[in-house]
């Protein structure tokens, strides 16, 4: 069987949306021999993929009405929600854990990974953000609530966004006003890297964004994952209503 590093669901749904999840997957492609030498409890941890994220985008896209395109290779790999020119781009550590087959990856190894994953991944999202003259790009991941010793992170979700805010803010003040949700703003992590995916896709080309990160520890089984995206759906489309035009 052939191998994709990606995947594209929903195809021809006719919203309006872009859903995406960069790191939907922890598999490592059968040409690196299914495996990055790590052992299968680290494989299945937030190191290796955004535990809960793909159901999320899934149910997401299907409560939107909407395609979805995720990336079926481990962020272990290489990071499809980095920069080419980025450092961390391919870890050799993260999180206390030592990759092993990124050990001896060399500047070959590395556009090797590209070409073979990493570019085919985007240029299937840009052609489906293209698609639409009006497209506006969701990227869902989520986060673990703990990350290298530090205070536990208190948010449920967070919105991250850069200089466009105009789909970010309103969502944010629309999640603000769920009595049970704590919400961070650029939380757990700062809303922008250059040359990520939304600064490829969405920033660069003018389009309304969101990139959503909701913590794993609350969409750790299908049902809670498809509850996550039917709940979000109706807060972004109410969102997108106050955009201005």
């Not at 941890?45 to 290779?73: K, M, T």
């Not at 840009?126 to 205070?151: E, K, N, W, Y």
């Not at 040359?195 to 990160?213: K, P, Q, V, Y």
């Amino acid at each position: 069987m052939t191998y994709t590093p990606y995947h594209i669901e929903g195809e021809g749904r006719k919203g309006r949306f872009l859903v995406t999840c960069d790191h939907a997957s922890n598999s490592v492609p059968p040409d690196l021999g299914g495996t990055l030498g790590l052992p299968a409890d680290d494989m299945a941890r937030h190191i290796a993929y955004d535990v809960g994220a793909l159901g999320v985008a899934r149910g997401l896209a299907e409560a939107l009405d909407s395609p979805l395109a995720w990336a079926d290779f481990s962020r272990l790999v290489i990071d499809p929600n980095r920069g080419e020119d980025d450092p961390t781009l391919l870890m050799r550590l993260y999180d206390g854990s030592v990759i092993p087959g990124n050990r001896a990856a060399d500047a070959t190894e590395k556009q090797r990974r590209l070409d073979a994953y990493y570019r085919p991944y985007h240029e299937a999202v840009a052609g489906l953000a293209a698609a639409r003259d009006d497209t506006v790009i969701i990227a869902v991941h989520s986060f673990t609530r703990q990350l290298r010793g530090r205070p536990s992170r208190p948010w449920h979700v967070g919105i991250l966004h850069a200089w466009d805010r105009r789909l970010a803010d309103p969502l944010i003040a629309a999640l603000e006003d769920e009595p049970d949700l704590t919400v961070g703003r650029n939380q757990p992590y700062p809303g922008h890297l250059p040359g990520d995916s939304i600064d490829r896709h969405a920033l660069h080309h003018g389009r309304i964004n969101t990139l959503i990160e909701v913590r794993n520890d609350l969409i750790e089984t299908e049902q809670a994952q498809t509850h996550w995206g039917a709940r979000l759906a109706p807060l972004i489309q109410a969102a997108l209503t106050k955009v201005p035009d």
